[in-house]
């Protein structure tokens, strides 16, 4: 009974070893964009902005992952104290980092909090949008379609 417990617990342990370097699954071909892991455990705060950043990673090219690793990590936070709350957003690369956005907003203690968040991540929010715009053009990352801007001009002509 041993032995095939210790032999399950090996197996187990490679396997997860194995995936855990992964940075694209089988339902991501090697020609599609580049991934990037999103953070699993998020405050309910942190829940409700990230379609925003979710939305900002696509608008450049990018792949969110949930529940998996990226070719890339995400780290989102928003720390909310009495009186400052903290905002950061950065995009990871292994230890080198991508795009970044910070942001600090104050406020009366107990009051008007979810309006000093929003202030907060707005500001880090800004602040990420266009580093990960700057790194696009750096990295040569593909923009999606739906996003690019129109060649030709963007109003028929009469």
Known sequence: MSI???????????LVIGCAGAGRTP?????????????AALSERE???????????????????RHGGGEMDLEFTIDAGPINTNTRIILLEGRRT???????A????????????????????EEFQAELA???????????RSTRPASGGDLPVD
Do not use: C, H, K, Y
């Open 106 to 125: 104050s406020g009366v203690p107990l009051v008007g909090r979810s309006t000093v968040a929003e202030n907060s991540f707005a500001r880090a929010f």
């Open 27 to 39: 339902f991501t071909p090697e020609s599609g964009p580049p991934t990037v892991g999103m953070p």
């Open 98 to 104: 991508i795009a970044r956005g910070t942001g600090r």
């Open 4 to 14: 095939a417990l210790r032999l399950i617990t090996v197996i187990t342990s490679l």
């Open 47 to 65: 829940r409700l902005f990230m379609p925003d950043v979710e939305a900002a990673l696509r608008d450049e090219g990018l792949l969110p992952v």
């Open 134 to 144: 700057q790194a696009r053009v750096r990295r040569g990352w593909q923009q999606p």
